[in-house]
């Protein structure tokens, strides 16, 4: 099983699954495609219909969407208990990954992800209600679903993927959030899993500048 990803140090979709693969103990080889190269996109076509990252390649089977690639990987590895076990916690789990999948526009826009810098900006105030709403979500989810451990359905689970580059976004912008929130924020920046993708994105030569 192959995950073809873009540059660590900045594909935010790319880090999703290969958290959640990586965090899992989930075998699997990685292919990184330098997104700047001349002619990426033309080889990101070559692997997927949309030229886009990440893709998951089992076989003769190409997933080239994020969300595919998690309900994908949840039933090829039930083991791994990438949703929640409950169906109220998994149905609240799906609709958060599904949020920050569509939504979060002006945040996005705004707060590329870049693990090699460290800024502070002027939250405008359409990028603080993105930021608003995803503190009330953390929140709700820990509060309704979180007693089984730190995250945000107690295990790690899916959404603790798809939200993990957003935490890399404020603390590249210096974005204040409640204590609560950083702390689930400090808590998915500090996983090994985590450590090891960011080590080798900042060593990477490649510049989007």
Not at 29 to 55: C, F, H, M, Q
Not at 113 to 127: C, F, G, N, T
Request: proline share 6%; with cysteine; glycine share 6%.
């Amino acid at each position: 099983m192959q995950l073809i990803i873009g540059n660590k140090k900045y594909s935010s979709w790319s880090l999703r699954p290969w958290l959640a693969l990586t965090h899992a103990g989930i075998p699997f080889e990685e292919r990184l495609i330098n997104l700047y190269d001349a002619g990426s996109r033309e080889l990101r076509l070559t692997i997927t219909p949309t030229g886009k990252v990440p893709a998951l390649v089992d076989g003769d089977l190409v997933i080239w969407e994020t969300l595919a690639i998690a309900e994908y990987l949840a039933e090829k590895y039930p083991q791994a208990q990438l949703w929640p076990a409950d169906a109220k916690a998994r149905a609240v789990a799906r609709a958060a990954c599904a949020e920050m999948h569509a939504g979060f526009v002006p945040l996005r826009s705004l707060c590329n992800m870049d693990l090699s810098q460290r800024k502070q900006i002027e939250v405008p105030a359409d990028v603080q209600a993105d930021v608003d709403r995803i503190v009330a979500l953390w929140a709700d989810c820990r509060a309704r679903f979180g007693q089984g451990g730190p995250f945000l359905f107690g295990a790690f689970s899916w959404a603790d993927a798809f939200f993990a580059p957003v935490a890399t976004r404020f603390r590249t912008y210096g974005i204040a959030l409640p204590a609560d929130a950083q702390a689930y924020a400090d808590l998915l920046l500090g996983l090994p899993a985590f450590k090891a993708w960011e080590a080798a994105g900042l060593a990477e030569p490649w510049s989007d500048q």
